[in-house]
């Protein structure tokens, strides 16, 4: 039988040269399955995988699960802490067997240890309060007209406008 021509032209896919290498670095800390490593996000999901990194799974001396070592800033450690479980359940579909029985939280600055020196997202802050209508900030200009100061003047018609633009419950009789 003849050997198929190769249509490669000599290239190889970047998957197929690296795939040894990660899995070396996988299972030197004890990641067995690297899909817990390269898809983070759709394992743990987006809300999760935003404050946290996946850093090791270390098996005990009796072999009875193993325990998965989370990174995440100080301030999200409580939400991950009430989320364990869940994360617990979501990393063994991943394995598909009960392979972690413990969640391990490490704290630390987003740019802490060597093994934390990756970028947390955050979201983003929302960008402040809508602008008031423009019948609020005429209503409002109308009553500084007695004002002399101009800074004074201004700061009071941004607070007299938002004042005015908040909906006001109806007087009940």
Not at 75 to 87: F, T, Y
Request: aromatic share 4%; net charge positive.
């Amino acid at each position: 039988m003849a050997k198929r021509p190769s249509t490669t032209k000599g290239f190889k896919r970047t998957a197929s040269v690296l795939s040894s290498r990660i899995r070396k670095a996988g299972e030197s800390r004890g990641f067995a399955v690297t899909r817990l490593l390269t898809h983070w996000d759709e394992i743990a999901g987006l809300d999760v995988s935003q404050i946290s990194r996946p850093v090791e799974v270390s098996y005990g001396r009796g072999g009875m699960g193993a325990t998965l070592s989370l990174l995440t800033t100080g301030a999200q450690a409580p939400m991950l802490e009430m989320q364990k479980e869940q994360i617990r359940s979501r990393v063994n579909a991943c394995y598909g067997y009960n392979a972690i029985a413990r969640v391990r939280i490490t704290q630390t600055a987003p740019t802490g240890f060597a093994d934390g020196q990756v970028a947390f997202q955050h979201k983003e802050a929302p960008k402040g309060p809508p602008a008031p209508p423009a019948e609020a900030v005429a209503q409002a200009e109308r009553e500084m007209v007695g004002v002399s100061d101009p800074g004074l003047r201004d700061a009071l018609t941004r607070l007299g406008s938002h004042v005015l633009s908040k909906t006001k419950p109806p007087l009940s009789e």
